[in-house]
């Protein structure tokens, strides 16, 4: 586990997949346009490990060992692929109902794509510093989509990008959804072995699957009852306090949703007077005479540059494109009332996009 979080981002060119499709990049070609960064971060990983002895840290893994945890590798990082994230969260609340046990790769692999949306439940200056980095380097493609004619992808326009708005819409949307399973998910594999190991305090034997000292189980705020040098004091499980894990998370999260909630209104005033302004000006050029006014043009041309551009432009895009045009006009209409749902329509991209 711990092997494919170190490795699952490695070599990221800090653009998405999608523009690697859109710019026909050599690992586009090579991936044939699926989970292309994702494959590359394992691929060029275990070149690493098979080209130079002196880094194989697998070296003493027999052939069997060795096959099981490469599957398991490629299964879960191929897995922070956020185009899989819907499926990923669906099918795991549709196991959970069942009554067989969970699928270990499936469950370590919602593991750490939980841990790689994770930021939004870490203290607001984290989440608040991970969230600029991460918004800078969209915005350094949305530069690089402007030099290429290509459309802007989502959140990648530096100008327009609202960005406290955009966090609410991916905690509401993805990161609370994909929390809220994994508790389920390890409330169903723990709570099973807590059990076990309360019955068996004396003569207590640790079970493989707890690799947690008690030391590193900070999130229990009710330690273990159980007395000093017990043979139960060594074993984490009895330290975890599922319960308390939930309300940790979600306090944290709405927290700094309530920090972005803030933040958004601001955000929203200062557009509606970007707008304003803008229009002002269109109106002014217009009066004058002048034919090519300001910014809106400019975009609109490039806009227009990019259609013709069929061949680059993936349906889907183009679709994009014309639902957030459409939403800014009316938004310049209404003064930016949108219903929740169209938020939704609308924003599915971006959120899927704030996870890496
Ligand atoms: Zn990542």
């Not at 945890?69 to 196991?95: G, I, N, P, W, Y």
């Not at 607001?124 to 004619?149: M, N, P, V, Y």
């Not at 003569?203 to 040098?229: H, P, T, Y």
Request: with cysteine; hydrophobic share 30%; aromatic share 6%.
């Amino acid at each position: 586990m711990i092997f494919a979080a170190a490795v699952h981002d490695y070599e990221h060119t800090g653009t998405t997949n999608n523009f690697h499709i859109q710019t026909r990049s050599d690992s586009a070609i090579l991936y044939n346009d699926r989970s292309i960064l994702e494959s590359h971060h394992v691929s060029a990983a275990y070149r690493l490990l098979q080209d130079d002895d002196e880094m194989n840290i697998f070296y003493n893994l027999s052939k069997d060992d060795w096959r099981e945890l490469r599957a398991l590798v490629v299964e879960v990082v191929l897995a922070t692929d956020m185009s899989c994230h819907f499926q990923q969260v669906k099918h795991m609340k549709t196991f959970l109902q069942q009554p067989e046990g969970i699928d270990k790769p499936k469950a370590l692999s919602l593991l750490l794509h939980t841990a790689d949306i994770s930021h939004p439940a870490k203290t607001w200056d984290l989440h608040h510093r991970w969230t600029l980095s991460l918004l800078e380097e969209f915005f350094r493609q949305g530069d690089k989509e402007a030099e290429l004619g290509l459309p802007f992808s989502p959140l990648c326009d530096r100008k327009s990008t609202m960005v406290a708005q955009s966090q609410i819409g991916f905690i509401d949307f993805i990161v609370v959804p994909t929390f809220t399973v994994l508790t389920d998910m390890t409330e169903k594999v723990v709570s099973p072995l807590i059990d076990e190991a309360s019955n068996s305090l004396t003569g207590f034997r640790c079970s493989s699957l707890n690799s947690m000292s008690c030391e590193d189980a900070k999130w229990g705020s009710q330690r273990s009852s159980v007395s000093e040098g017990s043979p139960a004091e060594n074993c984490s499980l009895l330290a975890v306090d599922l319960k308390n894990f939930k309300a940790l998370w979600s306090e944290q999260v709405l927290q700094n949703r309530d920090r972005w909630k803030t933040q958004a209104t601001k955000e929203t005033e200062e557009k509606a007077i970007r707008e304003v302004e803008e229009e002002r000006a269109m109106q002014k050029a217009t009066l004058m005479g002048q034919t090519e006014p300001i910014e809106t043009e400019t975009t609109e041309g490039k806009r227009d540059k990019r259609e013709t551009q069929d061949k680059l432009n993936s349906p889907d895009e183009g679709e994009t494109g014309e639902r957030i045009k459409k939403h800014e006009g009316e938004r310049t209409q209404h003064g930016d009332t949108k219903s929740p749902k169209d938020n939704e329509t609308e924003n599915k991209d971006q959120q899927l996009k704030l996870g890496k």
